[in-house]
């Protein structure tokens, strides 16, 4: 309902933003992305649950029952709890650098793909003018041919403009019709929707003076998104692989450990576990 609510003949650049990050299929993707990293993000930095264990055993023949309980922490998956967090950080950073690089693309290739509908449609309104003040000439020369007051040649000339006012209105009907395309692409919306809406505002003018280059490559390379993602990413696969070295360590365990003994005494005590490498 909010995209229709967009759509229509007053569609404005700040509609057609505000659709692409709603209804992009890419775009959807890599911000759902980002909502599973974060994710991982907040389960890096829970503990791991401790495990309880029970053991009931009755004797065969008269005697009380042996009950025992533990209650296990692994040891290993706290101490290496700050190296997961870091590099779940990381991966989060990497990922919002990735999304809002592809978020201004998909902004930067919305407002190009509008601004070639804008031109193409001024284009064929300025066809559109021509085709009719040539179908009004041939008219008129028809009229004035059929009293006398002018010739077939001259006549033939304003039929002949006529017929290339026409191709060339066709033309430019059929490249605006064709500018559509891109940008309903980029919208997410079905082929149909194409005609649901139309470009309105004027075309921007020119800038009273060219930009200054200088220096732009520097500003550009400590600037860009996707560049710092790509640093980012660095960082983080170096994190993951001391934490993999780290997690080489075999696996230990402490608990703490109370057993009721059939003949009613209780033992109670710490307890721990650490894995053999074989």
């Known amino acids: 309902e909010t995209i229709s609510n967009l759509l229509g003949p007053d ?3 700040e509609n ?3 659709i692409s990050l ?21 389960q890096a930095s829970l503990f791991k649950n401790p495990r309880l264990e029970g053991h ?28 997961q967090r870091r590099v779940a950080s990381s991966e989060f950073e990497e990922a919002k650098l990735r999304t809002s690089d592809a978020m201004i693309s998909l902004l930067t290739e919305v407002k190009t793909a509008y601004y070639e509908v804008q031109v193409a449609e001024k284009v064929k309104q ?5 085709l009719e003040a040539a179908e009004a000439s041939r008219e008129l020369a028809e009229r004035m041919s059929q009293a006398g007051n002018l010739s077939a040649p001259q006549l033939g ?16 009907e059929s490249d605006a019709r ?33 930009p200054d280059f200088e220096g732009l490559n520097g500003i550009a390379l400590e600037n860009r998104l996707d560049y710092a993602a790509i640093k980012k990413h660095s960082q983080t696969l170096k994190r993951k692989l001391l934490t993999t070295r780290l997690g080489i360590v075999p696996e230990a365990e402490v608990g703490f450990n109370t057993e009721r003994e059939p003949d009613g005494d209780r033992v109670t005590g710490p307890m721990w576990a650490v894995e053999a490498p074989v």
Not at 23 to 34: G, T, V
Not at 56 to 75: M, S
Not at 192 to 202: H, T
């Open 178 to 210: 064709l500018a559509r395309e891109p940008l309903n692409r980029l919208l997410g919306l079905r082929d149909e929707d194409a005609e649901k809406w139309e470009v309105s505002g004027e075309l921007s003018g020119l800038p009273p003076m060219d």
């Open 157 to 172: 000339l304003q039929r002949s403009a006529l017929h290339e006012a026409q191709i060339n209105y066709l033309e430019s």
């Open 56 to 83: 009931a055993r009755a004797p065969n023949g008269e005697g009380k029952t042996n009950v025992e309980f533990l209650v296990i922490q692994d040891v290993m998956s706290i101490l290496l709890m700050p190296l």
């Open 16 to 18: 057609a933003l505000q």
């Open 126 to 130: 300025m066809h559109t003018a021509v």
């Open 11 to 13: 569609f404005t650049l």
């Open 22 to 42: 709603i209804n992009n299929a890419d775009f959807q993707a890599l911000y759902q992305e980002l909502g599973i990293v974060k994710a991982d993000l907040l």
